[in-house]
């Protein structure tokens, strides 16, 4: 993922289409680690399949950035750091990443929604994200999953 933007300047774009965001802490993220996973995860959030999203505790605490909570209003931005979708948080829970359940990966609607497509595809990510930060993945790792709602849908640019 390319860097994020600040939080001024998302609400400077959104200010400028015209759009409210409910009470709540507010915080800009954004999925995936390249500009391919960014848009197939917003995709899929956008069609409504994705209804949570997971991150490495370790990243967290590497960029000293406190996890999601519960009732925070995340303003997802795509790869190229654009505002694309408003969410709330409705539950967070940090488990290892052995302890992720079916139902989660379910939830989080990626590939066939298997517990066992989740595992894949969570495990190459999360080793990339741990070569970044000079850890190693393990069964023991701890992921904060997040389930949400999304809040509104903002209209897509087309790529320049």
Known sequence: ????????????QLQALGVTLPAGDIRVEGYGDSPQLSEELLSLIRAGRKRAGTGLLWLHEYENDAPAKEGDIEIVVTHRGEPSLITRIVSVSTVPYSEVTAEYAAIEGEGDGSLEYWRKAHWAYFSRVCEGIGRKPSEAMPVVCCVFEVLDVLPVKSAA
């Open 1 to 12: 993922m390319s860097t994020t933007p600040t939080l001024e300047h998302v609400l400077s």
